[in-house]
């Protein structure tokens, strides 16, 4: 399987620290994926398949993929971005907005 990154997922990964490593085992061993209505899929490692893992690729390394979140094209495997948190969570089709703890997202009316 080769992965491809847009040039905003290198620049993500550069500001997040996250190694190709990490991404490379969320690619291969992710089972929560939650499709937005773009065409996009997010890609994320539940806390039990992060559990099992653990014992293949070490503890370090499955720590900081169960982190992430791959944001990916569904038509050309491309990933678009990439964020750690739960940005993107199954039964939304849409991110989490807002800024720092205590202030409103913003009011798209306003």
Not at 54 to 83: C, H, M, P
């Amino acid at each position: 399987m080769t992965i491809h990154l847009t040039r905003h997922a290198g620049e993500r990964m550069n500001q997040r620290g996250v190694s190709r490593d990490a991404i490379d085992v969320v690619c291969l061993s992710a089972d929560r994926v939650v499709h937005l209505n773009s065409g996009v899929r997010v890609l994320s490692l539940s806390e039990r398949r992060a559990q099992a893992l653990r014992q293949v690729f070490g503890n370090a390394l499955v720590s900081r993929a169960a982190k992430l979140q791959l944001v990916v094209d569904e038509f050309s495997d491309t990933i678009l971005t990439v964020t750690k948190g739960a940005v993107y969570r199954s039964g939304s089709q849409n991110p989490r907005r807002g800024g720092k703890r205590g202030y409103p997202a913003r009011n798209a009316a306003a």
